[in-house]
């Protein structure tokens, strides 16, 4: 059967918004990808500063549930694109990976930085047409794309389908703002409302926990709530709990509403 070659707009230049390039190339088609910020991928990059932990190397199942408990949706994505499969991404851009002694993977470099640019050579080389400081508006009365290019101009933009790959809430000053929930609500599409996730919690420390102890790590320890168990490590500061251990078990602790916990304000990835 013939391949029909589309051109598809991903609005999106994060590492979402570039996997989706590297698979819609790969099948023929013709992509643009339009960022509003003047580079790709600013907290990807902010991310390869903590050493970018890229994947985890345990068991599929046990990966997968940490997510979505028994997800028929995740479990079969995570399948199709295994951490494996992440690993040899990596190393086929040239980018060496290794698991760590938690059973994380992280790039041998520890960093986003090299990474990216053979990513964005690759893409580039395979055809994708990249605009930065280009914000996506909303649409039109036809649904058309409104694209603000780097002069302020706004056009509309023809596509035979679009990705949208606009990111979460969390840091805002990197790109993603959460500003497509009221875009995407005006047109009734159901939207699961944004909450934050993999983040330190708040506490009133009780008068007895000295401020000596804050910036220490607890390590080799574990932490439960409910049904859920982490072992790892985590770290005391002056507003409360960080560290992986803590972050693992934070959509639990935002599940539960845990009475002393309160939402995070800090280091919300
Ligand atoms: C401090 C920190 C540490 C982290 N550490 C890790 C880690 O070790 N491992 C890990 O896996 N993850 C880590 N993360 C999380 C990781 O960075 C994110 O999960 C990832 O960047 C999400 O990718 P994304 O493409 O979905 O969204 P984003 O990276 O947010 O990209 C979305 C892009 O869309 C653009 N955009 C938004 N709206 C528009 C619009 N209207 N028009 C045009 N463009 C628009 C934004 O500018 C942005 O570039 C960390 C994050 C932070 C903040």
């Known amino acids: 059967m013939k391949k029909i070659s589309k051109h598809i707009i991903i609005i999106g230049g994060g590492p979402a918004g570039l996997m989706a390039a590297h698979q819609l190339l790969a099948f023929g088609h013709k992509v643009a990808l339009y960022e509003a910020k003047p580079s790709l991928a600013r907290k990807f990059q902010l991310a390869g500063r903590g050493g970018l932990n890229l994947t985890h190397s345990e068991d599929l199942d046990v990966f997968a549930n940490k997510y979505y408990e028994n997800s028929s949706f995740f479990t079969p994505l995570l399948n199709d694109f295994t951490p494996q499969d992440l690993r040899e991404f990596c190393h086929a851009l040239g980018q060496d990976t290794f698991v760590g002694s938690s059973g994380r993977v992280f790039p041998t470099k520890f960093k986003a930085t090299e990474l990216l640019r053979q990513w964005i050579t690759k893409l580039n080389a395979n055809g994708l047409q990249i605009y930065t400081r280009h914000r996506w508006l909303g649409f039109d009365n036809n649904n058309n794309l409104l694209i603000s290019n780097d002069r302020g101009k706004v056009d509309t933009t023809p596509y035979d389908a679009a990705v949208f790959a606009l990111g979460g809430a969390s840091w805002p000053r990197m790109g993603s703002d959460g500003s497509w929930v009221e875009i995407f609500a005006e047109k009734n599409v159901d939207i699961t409302p944004l909450r934050a996730a993999n983040c330190g919690f708040e506490t009133n ?20 709530l409910d049904t859920k168990y982490v072992k790892g490590e985590i770290m005391l500061s002056d507003y409360g709990l960080e560290g992986g251990a803590i972050y693992a078990l934070s959509k639990t602790i935002r599940a539960v509403s845990y009475t002393h916990l309160t939402l995070p304000t800090k280091r919300i990835v």
């Open 205 to 224: 420390w009780p008068a007895r926990i000295s401020s000596k102890f804050f910036g220490q790590p607890l390590k080799n320890i574990s932490i439960s």
